[in-house]
C-alpha cells in the first residue's frame, strides 16, 4: 500500500474528485495529506477525505504552486467583492472583515437582534459564489429564503419541509443537509450555519463534514466557551470564533435600552416540603459520589449514580424537584400580575415546560406557541401579536430562536431550568431597536432551590430588584419595580 500511495504522489499537479460526502485526492496533495479523518482508499488508489477539507486542500496546493485539477476549483472564492448595497452598522462591518481577514473561515458570536442574517447576507454577496445556508428549523428556513430572496433579487432554492429545489443559493434544515448534502455538497463555495452551536456537541455534524465550501460561516448570539470541546469541533468544522460581541456592549445604541430585572419567590410551606423531600436522595448520592471521585465532573456523576436502580430513582426525584422550583404557585400569581400591569405592551412569558406554557395560557387567557403548534397557527398568532390584537403569548422554547418578534419589550422568564444560552436568546427577543424603546426582562427566581443557583450561573447583568435588596417576603407586589 505504501508503494501505492508513493506512486499517487507523483506526477504534475493534483486532483480532487468529490464522492459521496468525501473527496478523492490524487497527486502530492493526497501524498502530503497526514490528517485525522484521511484514509488510503486501495480501490480508487487514491487517498479519501472528508469534503470539508477541500479548503485545506486547495490552500496548501496554492502554497506549494501546484495546478489543482477537478471542478471543485471553481468553489475557491474570488477576490472579496463589494457589498454595497447592502448598508451595515459599524460593528456589523467589523464583524465581516474580521471574518473575512480569518480567511472567510469562522464564527461570529453576536447577541440575537444584533444583525447577524445581515452580515451573512453581505458575505454573500462578497464571496460570489453558490451558498448553502442551513438552519434548525423550517420556520428558519422560510425566514432566511425570504431575506435572500428580497436581498439578492433571485430564485431561492429550498431543502425541506417537502421542498428539494437547488438554486445558486439555497437554504436547508439542519435535518434535510445532513440527509442531503452528501450528493450536493460540491455546488456551494459558501457554507453559512445559522445557530451553529448546535453542532458543537458532535449531533448530525456530518452534514457539516460533507460540504466540500472552503468558505464558512457559523452564527451565534452564545458559542461554546473557548478551549472547550465544542469550541474545538466548530473550529475543525467551521473555524473559530473571530467576532465576539456581548449584549450589554450593543444596548442602549445598536440594540433597544434593555433592565433585567431579578423578581425573587418563595415556595409555599407544602411545595418547600415537597422539594426538599424530592431533592434530598440525590443529593445525597452526589456528595457521596464526589468525596469518593475527587476531580471527576458532573455528567460522570450523573453517569455513575444513573447505574443503579436506586440512583435512577433519584434522579427522578431531583427532576421532580426541578420541576416544583420551577413554577410554583408565588409564580403563577406573579405572572398574572406582570401581565395585568404590562398590559398595553407586547409581552413574551418564556417557560421551560410545555405544562407551564399551557398553565399560563389557561389562567391569564393568552396564546401559547410550543413545538405541538402547527406553522399555520402559530404564524397567526405572531400577526395578532405584530398588529397588537394580541397582547401576551406564552412560549416553551419555540421563540427562543430564529424567529423575528420585533415588537416585543417586555419578557417575562418565568422557568429556570436553562442554561445561559437560552438566556441570551430569551433576553434577544425583546431587543432588537425601535424608536424610544427600552426593553424589560423579569426573571423569576424561587429562593433557595435549584433555580436560585440556575439563575446565578446564568446570569449576564442582572441586578437585584428593589424586593430582593428589600428582604421582600416573596414578591406579591411588584409596585417597586
Given at each position: 500500500?505504501?508503494?501505492?500511495?508513493?506512486?499517487?504522489?507523483?506526477?504534475?499537479?493534483?486532483?480532487?474528485?468529490?464522492?459521496?460526502?468525501?473527496?478523492?485526492?490524487?497527486?502530492?496533495?493526497?501524498?502530503?495529506?497526514?490528517?485525522?479523518?484521511?484514509?488510503?482508499?486501495?480501490?480508487?488508489?487514491?487517498?479519501?477525505?472528508?469534503?470539508?477539507?477541500?479548503?485545506?486542500?486547495?490552500?496548501?496546493?496554492?502554497?506549494?504552486?501546484?495546478?489543482?485539477?477537478?471542478?471543485?476549483?471553481?468553489?475557491?472564492?474570488?477576490?472579496?467583492?463589494?457589498?454595497?448595497?447592502?448598508?451595515?452598522?459599524?460593528?456589523?462591518?467589523?464583524?465581516?472583515?474580521?471574518?473575512?481577514?480569518?480567511?472567510?473561515?469562522?464564527?461570529?458570536?453576536?447577541?440575537?437582534?444584533?444583525?447577524?442574517?445581515?452580515?451573512?447576507?453581505?458575505?454573500?454577496?462578497?464571496?460570489?459564489?453558490?451558498?448553502?445556508?442551513?438552519?434548525?428549523?423550517?420556520?428558519?428556513?422560510?425566514?432566511?429564503?425570504?431575506?435572500?430572496?428580497?436581498?439578492?433579487?433571485?430564485?431561492?432554492?429550498?431543502?425541506?419541509?417537502?421542498?428539494?429545489?437547488?438554486?445558486?443559493?439555497?437554504?436547508?434544515?439542519?435535518?434535510?443537509?445532513?440527509?442531503?448534502?452528501?450528493?450536493?455538497?460540491?455546488?456551494?463555495?459558501?457554507?453559512?450555519?445559522?445557530?451553529?452551536?448546535?453542532?458543537?456537541?458532535?449531533?448530525?455534524?456530518?452534514?457539516?463534514?460533507?460540504?466540500?465550501?472552503?468558505?464558512?460561516?457559523?452564527?451565534?448570539?452564545?458559542?461554546?466557551?473557548?478551549?472547550?470541546?465544542?469550541?474545538?469541533?466548530?473550529?475543525?468544522?467551521?473555524?473559530?470564533?473571530?467576532?465576539?460581541?456581548?449584549?450589554?456592549?450593543?444596548?442602549?445604541?445598536?440594540?433597544?435600552?434593555?433592565?433585567?430585572?431579578?423578581?425573587?419567590?418563595?415556595?409555599?410551606?407544602?411545595?418547600?416540603?415537597?422539594?426538599?423531600?424530592?431533592?434530598?436522595?440525590?443529593?445525597?448520592?452526589?456528595?457521596?459520589?464526589?468525596?469518593?471521585?475527587?476531580?471527576?465532573?458532573?455528567?460522570?456523576?450523573?453517569?455513575?449514580?444513573?447505574?443503579?436502580?436506586?440512583?435512577?430513582?433519584?434522579?427522578?426525584?431531583?427532576?421532580?424537584?426541578?420541576?416544583?422550583?420551577?413554577?410554583?404557585?408565588?409564580?403563577?400569581?406573579?405572572?398574572?400580575?406582570l401581565l395585568a400591569r404590562h398590559r398595553a405592551d407586547r409581552t413574551i412569558v418564556f417557560t421551560a415546560r410545555v405544562e407551564d406554557a399551557y398553565r399560563v395560557s389557561e389562567r391569564d387567557l393568552v396564546p401559547v406557541i410550543t413545538g405541538e403548534v402547527g406553522a399555520q397557527e402559530r404564524d397567526r398568532i405572531l400577526a395578532k401579536f405584530r398588529d397588537g390584537r394580541v397582547r401576551a403569548i406564552a412560549s416553551a422554547r419555540v421563540l427562543n430562536e430564529g424567529i423575528d418578534v420585533p415588537d416585543a419589550r417586555i419578557a417575562i422568564v418565568v422557568?429556570?431550568?436553562?442554561?445561559?444560552?437560552?438566556?441570551?436568546?430569551?433576553?434577544?427577543?425583546?431587543?432588537?431597536?425601535?424608536?424610544?424603546?427600552?426593553?424589560?426582562?423579569?426573571?423569576?427566581?424561587?429562593?433557595?432551590?435549584?433555580?436560585?443557583?440556575?439563575?446565578?450561573?446564568?446570569?449576564?447583568?442582572?441586578?437585584?430588584?428593589?424586593?430582593?435588596?428589600?428582604?421582600?417576603?416573596?414578591?406579591?407586589?411588584?409596585?417597586?419595580?
Amino acid at each position: 500500500m505504501a508503494d501505492a500511495q508513493a506512486a499517487a504522489g507523483t506526477g504534475e499537479g493534483s486532483s480532487v474528485v468529490f464522492t459521496g460526502g468525501t473527496l478523492l485526492v490524487g497527486g502530492s496533495a493526497g501524498s502530503s495529506l497526514r490528517r485525522a479523518g484521511v484514509v488510503w482508499d486501495d480501490r480508487a488508489g487514491k487517498q479519501r477525505a472528508p469534503a470539508y477539507l477541500f479548503g485545506e486542500i486547495a490552500a496548501r496546493a496554492d502554497a506549494a504552486g501546484e495546478r489543482l485539477t477537478g471542478d471543485l476549483r471553481e468553489l475557491w472564492p474570488p477576490a472579496p467583492r463589494s457589498w454595497d448595497r447592502l448598508a451595515l452598522r459599524s460593528y456589523q462591518e467589523a464583524a465581516l472583515s474580521a471574518w473575512m481577514v480569518a480567511g472567510r473561515r469562522g464564527i461570529l458570536a453576536l447577541p440575537t437582534g444584533a444583525g447577524k442574517t445581515r452580515v451573512a447576507l453581505a458575505a454573500i454577496l462578497a464571496c460570489g459564489v453558490p451558498a448553502v445556508v442551513l438552519c434548525p428549523t423550517r420556520a428558519l428556513m422560510g425566514a432566511w429564503a425570504s431575506q435572500l430572496g428580497a436581498t439578492l433579487g433571485e430564485r431561492i432554492g429550498i431543502v425541506g419541509d417537502g421542498e428539494r429545489t437547488i438554486e445558486r443559493v439555497t437554504v436547508m434544515t439542519f435535518e434535510s443537509a445532513y440527509r442531503r448534502l452528501d450528493g450536493v455538497g460540491d455546488r456551494f463555495g459558501l457554507l453559512v450555519v445559522d445557530e451553529v452551536h448546535h453542532f458543537a456537541s458532535g449531533a448530525r455534524a456530518e452534514a457539516l463534514e460533507a460540504c466540500a465550501a472552503p468558505a464558512r460561516l457559523g452564527l451565534s448570539a452564545t458559542a461554546p466557551p473557548a478551549g472547550t470541546e465544542g469550541a474545538l469541533r466548530l473550529a475543525e468544522l467551521v473555524g473559530p470564533v473571530v467576532t465576539e460581541i456581548k449584549v450589554a456592549e450593543l444596548a442602549g445604541t445598536h440594540l433597544a435600552e434593555l433592565s433585567i430585572v431579578q423578581l425573587p419567590v418563595e415556595l409555599a410551606a407544602d411545595e418547600r416540603e415537597r422539594y426538599e423531600r424530592l431533592v434530598a436522595p440525590f443529593a445525597s448520592l452526589r456528595r457521596l459520589f464526589f468525596r469518593q471521585h475527587r476531580g471527576a465532573g458532573y455528567e460522570e456523576m450523573v453517569r455513575v449514580v444513573g447505574s443503579t436502580a436506586e440512583g435512577r430513582a433519584a434522579l427522578r426525584d431531583h427532576a421532580a424537584a426541578v420541576q416544583v422550583a420551577c413554577f410554583p404557585r408565588a409564580k403563577q400569581a406573579l405572572v398574572s400580575t406582570l401581565l395585568a400591569r404590562h398590559r398595553a405592551d407586547r409581552t413574551i412569558v418564556f417557560t421551560a415546560r410545555v405544562e407551564d406554557a399551557y398553565r399560563v395560557s389557561e389562567r391569564d387567557l393568552v396564546p401559547v406557541i410550543t413545538g405541538e403548534v402547527g406553522a399555520q397557527e402559530r404564524d397567526r398568532i405572531l400577526a395578532k401579536f405584530r398588529d397588537g390584537r394580541v397582547r401576551a403569548i406564552a412560549s416553551a422554547r419555540v421563540l427562543n430562536e430564529g424567529i423575528d418578534v420585533p415588537d416585543a419589550r417586555i419578557a417575562i422568564v418565568v422557568s429556570g431550568s436553562l442554561g445561559a444560552r437560552e438566556h441570551v436568546q430569551r433576553i434577544g427577543r425583546v431587543l432588537r431597536p425601535a424608536p424610544g424603546k427600552r426593553a424589560l426582562v423579569y426573571e423569576l427566581v424561587t429562593r433557595g432551590t435549584l433555580d436560585e443557583r440556575l439563575a446565578r450561573s446564568r446570569s449576564l447583568d442582572a441586578r437585584p430588584s428593589p424586593l430582593e435588596r428589600a428582604g421582600d417576603d416573596g414578591g406579591a407586589d411588584v409596585a417597586a419595580v
